[in-house]
């Protein structure tokens, strides 16, 4: 399933940007960065739980926030993109 994860870290606080490193890291192993704070994550519920809960662990929920965007299986015709930054198929090989 496709899940869109969004994040505010707030980097004015005491360890804000040692956290938002770590959000952005944690996010990087499950997905693909779209926009500086969005990432494309191709999960199962199993792995989704898993990087919930590693995402939740690392946040100031005073400060900062965290989304989940659940699209499911069949989200190629929900997503729409437009714009300079070209979109990519995050199911697809990758070529180093």
């Known amino acids: 399933m496709l899940i869109l ?3 505010d870290v707030a980097t004015s606080t005491e360890g804000g940007t040692k956290r938002l490193r770590k959000v952005a890291k944690i996010c990087q192993n499950y997905g693909q960065r779209v926009q500086n704070s ?3 994550c191709i999960v199962d519920s199993t792995q989704y739980e898993v990087m919930k ?3 939740t ?3 100031n929920s005073e400060v ?4 989940f965007y659940r ?3 069949n989200y190629k015709s929900k997503v729409k993109h437009i714009g300079a930054k070209p ?3 995050i199911e697809g ?4």
């Not at 090989?93 to 180093?96: M, Q």
């Open 5 to 7: 994860v969004s994040y």
């Open 93 to 96: 090989t990758l070529i180093f």
């Open 53 to 55: 809960n590693e995402l």
């Open 87 to 89: 979109s990519i198929d």
């Open 38 to 40: 969005v990432f494309e």
């Open 64 to 67: 900062d926030s965290l989304r």
């Open 57 to 59: 662990t690392v946040i």
């Open 71 to 73: 699209l499911g299986k």
